[in-house]
């Protein structure tokens, strides 16, 4: 599986900005360039503990939060998938909004 080739991955966490976010924030960038397909299984709670060296509950947040977004989606006993429009809503949310 793709997610394995990063097992080793370090991130060196802002002190301003809660680690979960920035947890998101890669696992995002990995759905936008490709590294995890739409239908591919993105990592446990217990695979980001070993990947970042975060807490169990960060890892439930980074779940929850992506979930919340509309980018993956979890099958109970299954794990956590990224969604078939995943790329479509990073798409969407990168571009300004015309409101201004």
Partial sequence: MVWRAYLVHVIEFA??????RQVADV????IAD???QPGTRVPSVVEMLEEFGIATTTGQKVHRGLRSEGL???EPGMGSFVAKNAAEILKAAAQP????
């Fill in 72 to 74: 993956i989606y979890t």
């Fill in 34 to 36: 490709g590294t995890y």
């Fill in 97 to 100: 909004s015309g409101d201004s």
């Fill in 15 to 20: 002190p301003d900005r809660p680690r979960w």
């Fill in 27 to 30: 696992i995002r960038q990995r």
